[in-house]
């Protein structure tokens, strides 16, 4: 059974750093697009970062694009998003995703879901 479990996040402050896992079972990520997805309470969800599934393109957010970085680890079949500079504005649970899509900011082409992790960044 495919199964992504997140791990990594937290309560940090403002400017601090966070390192997000994905560890993918019973699928391989090489095999697949991978992305990140936030939705805090109350509101829809929102892409974050992806690597396609053809191609090996990565697409960031407007928003996140220079302080967060999205990686694949094949190897350890582990998904990464490396935070930076964190704002509160990013408050939110962060989820990873896996699919055959090349529409890579559309959640809903995405097969696979992990549970979430919290991020928290206070001020």
């Given at each position: 059974?495919?199964?992504?479990?997140?791990?990594?996040?937290?309560?940090?402050?403002a400017?601090?750093?966070?390192?997000?896992?994905?560890?993918?079972?019973?699928?391989?990520?090489?095999?697949y697009?991978?992305?990140?997805f936030?939705?805090?309470?109350?509101?829809?969800?929102?892409f974050?970062a992806?690597?396609?599934?053809?191609?090996?393109?990565?697409?960031?957010?407007?928003?996140?694009?220079?302080?967060f970085?999205?990686?694949?680890?094949?190897?350890?079949?582990?998904?990464?998003?490396?935070?930076?500079?964190?704002?509160?504005?990013?408050?939110?649970?962060?989820?990873?995703?896996?699919?055959?899509?090349?529409?890579?900011?559309?959640?809903?082409?995405?097969?696979?879901?992990?549970?979430?992790?919290?991020?928290?960044?206070?001020?």
């Amino acid at each position: 059974q495919a199964q992504l479990v997140e791990s990594g996040g937290g309560l940090v402050q403002a400017g601090d750093s966070l390192l997000l896992s994905c560890a993918a079972s019973g699928l391989t990520l090489r095999d697949y697009g991978v992305a990140w997805f936030r939705q805090a309470p109350g509101k829809e969800r929102e892409f974050v970062a992806a690597i396609s599934w053809i191609g090996s393109n990565f697409d960031y957010a407007d928003d996140v694009k220079g302080r967060f970085t999205i990686a694949k680890d094949n190897a350890k079949n582990t998904l990464f998003l490396e935070m930076n500079s964190l704002e509160t504005a990013v408050t939110s649970g962060y989820y990873c995703a896996a699919g055959k899509t090349v529409a890579v900011r559309t959640g809903s082409l995405y097969d696979h879901w992990g549970q979430g992790t919290q991020v928290t960044v206070s001020s």
